[in-house]
Nanobody
Framework: QVNLVESGGGSVQPGGSLRLSCVVSREIYTTRYMGWFRQAPGKEREGVAGIDRDGTATVADSVKGRFTISQDDAKHTLYLDMIMLKLEDAATYYC??????????????????WGPGTQVTVSS
């Protein structure tokens, strides 16, 4: 059973910050490429950030310099730190785990499992 539970979404003004968290079942955390994707109403899913089990991280160009993905091995938790949020960052954010052999931002939201999502609202 795959368990991915996101938290940390909320409503902020442009320029604000949020930290998203995702608690993951141990089996998934230790074996899969993981990441975050988002989807806004009427828009396609977008892979935002991904991380290998060795800690190698990748972020999309649209959020580079503003979003950071990280993990806590002891807590089996994935994080997405978001700063300088923009109006266009508003979306539902999903924590996801890819099945082997999928890997990379392009695959986030297309394959594998994801949680119920957490809403991020950015408005002035």
């Amino acid at each position: 059973q795959v368990n991915l539970v996101e938290s940390g979404g909320g409503s902020v003004q442009p320029g604000g910050s949020l930290r998203l968290s995702c608690v993951v079942s141990r089996e998934i955390y230790t074996t899969r490429y993981m990441g975050w994707f988002r989807q806004a109403p009427g828009k396609e899913r977008e892979g935002v950030a991904g991380i290998d089990r060795d800690g190698t991280a990748t972020v999309a160009d649209s959020v580079k310099g503003r979003f950071t993905i990280s993990q806590d091995d002891a807590k089996h938790t994935l994080y997405l730190d978001m700063i300088m949020l923009k109006l266009e960052d508003a979306a539902t954010y999903y924590c996801t785990a890819l099945p082997h052999p999928f890997h990379g931002l392009w695959a986030l939201g297309r394959f594998g499992d994801w949680g119920p999502g957490t809403q991020v609202t950015v408005s002035s």
